[in-house]
C-alpha cells in the first residue's frame, strides 16, 4: 500500500513539472517514469523472496543446530543412575538432528566388516542394520562411554608414572623414540597401567595366568569371555576377565589416539585362534601387553619392551611366557 502511495505521488509531481512540455515529451517522460516504478517494484519483491529464503535456510540450520547441541548436553549430564532415562531422549534428538541434515553433502560409507555382523546378535542390541543411518540405543551407549573414557583418559595421563620398577625400561625405550611418540608411548603405559590396578581379574583366571582363551565368537553364550560387560561398566565394577581389561584399556587409548589390537596364535582356515596378547602402535613398531599378567612383555635378553618384530625373531620372549 505504501509503495502504490509513493508511485501516486511521484506521478503527480511528474504531470506538474511537465504541464509546458510537447504531447511527445510528455509521452516519453510518462513512460520512463512508469518503467523505473515498475523496476523498482519488481526489485523490491525479488528482494523479499530471497530474504524469505534466508530467514527460512536460517530458521532451519538453527533448528538442526539446536537438536545437535540439545542432545550433546543432555549427554553431558547422563551417569549411570540416570542413563536409563536420557539415553532415550539423546536418541530422539540425534536422529532429529540426523533427519533435517543434508545427506548428500556426508562422505560416510560403510566399511564391508559390518556385512560379517551376525544379524540376530544385531537384533538382541536393538539395531536392526549396522549400516542404518540412524542412532539405535547401543549408539547412545558408545557416546556415554566415549564422554567417560575422555574424561577418566585425560586425567589419567596427567598424573606421573607410578610403577618404579618398570620405570627404566620405559625410559629407555622412549630415549630411542621422537618426541611426539615417546609421549604417547608413556601415555598408553599410564593409561595400561591404570587398567591393571582397577580392573581386578575375576573368577579362576587369577590362579591360570598361562591359560590362554579362545577369540569369542558368536553364538553368545552364558558368561562369555569379553563380553558380560561393557567398558564402561567394567570400570565402575572395578573387575573383569582379562580380555574386559583389554577392552577397558583399548577404550581409554582410543580417546588419547592410541591405537591399540588384539594378537592372537595358533589360528588356521576357517578357525580363529587363541588370544595371546595386545599390541599398541607406537611409530613403525607394535609394542607388546600382557592384560592377563597385567605387564608388558620384555625381551629377556635385555630387559627392554618387547615389539611384535622382536617376538618373530626372538623365541625366546614366547616361550618365557
Not at 538382541?124 to 575422555?150: H, I, N, R, W
Not at 561398566?233 to 582410543?254: K, N
Request: one cysteine or more.
Amino acid at each position: 500500500m505504501a509503495i502504490t502511495q509513493s508511485i501516486y505521488q511521484r506521478l503527480i509531481q511528474a504531470k506538474q513539472r511537465t504541464m509546458h512540455f510537447s504531447f511527445r515529451q510528455r509521452y516519453w517522460v510518462w513512460l520512463g517514469l512508469l518503467l523505473s516504478q515498475c523496476l523498482a517494484v519488481g526489485c523490491q519483491r525479488r528482494t523479499r523472496d530471497e530474504t524469505e529464503q534466508i530467514t527460512k535456510r536460517l530458521n532451519q540450520k538453527s533448528l538442526q543446530t539446536d537438536s545437535l547441541r540439545q542432545g550433546m548436553r543432555y549427554l553431558a549430564q547422563t551417569t549411570p543412575l540416570n542413563r536409563a532415562n536420557l539415553s532415550s531422549e539423546v536418541r530422539i534428538l540425534l536422529n532429529a538432528w540426523l533427519k533435517t541434515s543434508n545427506a548428500t553433502k556426508t562422505t560416510y560409507a560403510a566399511s564391508n566388516l559390518l556385512s560379517a555382523l551376525d544379524p540376530k546378535a544385531l537384533k538382541l542390541v536393538g539395531c536392526d542394520s549396522a549400516a542404518a543411518t540412524q542412532f539405535c540405543p547401543t549408539d547412545v551407549d558408545y557416546l556415554f562411554e566415549c564422554m567417560l573414557m575422555k574424561r577418566l583418559s585425560d586425567w589419567i595421563v596427567r598424573g606421573p608414572v607410578h610403577d618404579r620398577v618398570f620405570q627404566s625400561s620405559l625410559s629407555a625405550k622412549m630415549s630411542s623414540l621422537e618426541a611426539a611418540e615417546a609421549s604417547k608411548l608413556e601415555q598408553a603405559y599410564k593409561l595400561f597401567d591404570w587398567t591393571i590396578r582397577n580392573i581386578i581379574l575375576s573368577g579362576h583366571e587369577s590362579s591360570q595366568m598361562q591359560v590362554k582363551s579362545s577369540d569369542p565368537r558368536l553364538p553368545l553364550v552364558e558368561n562369555g569371555v569379553g563380553y558380560a560387560y561393557l567398558p564402561w561398566e567394567s570400570t565402575f565394577f572395578c573387575g573383569g576377565d582379562f580380555i574386559v581389561r583389554g577392552r577397558v584399556f583399548s577404550a581409554l587409548a582410543r580417546q588419547q589416539g592410541i591405537d591399540s589390537c588384539w594378537l592372537s596364535v595358533g589360528a588356521q582356515a576357517g578357525q580363529p585362534g587363541e588370544l595371546w596378547a595386545m599390541g599398541v602402535l607406537v611409530g613403525k613398531r607394535i609394542l607388546l601387553l600382557d592384560p592377563k599378567l597385567g605387564l608388558p612383555i620384555l625381551d629377556p635378553d635385555n630387559d627392554a619392551w618387547a615389539t611384535v618384530q622382536d617376538a618373530t625373531t626372538n623365541a625366546r620372549i614366547l616361550r618365557r611366557l
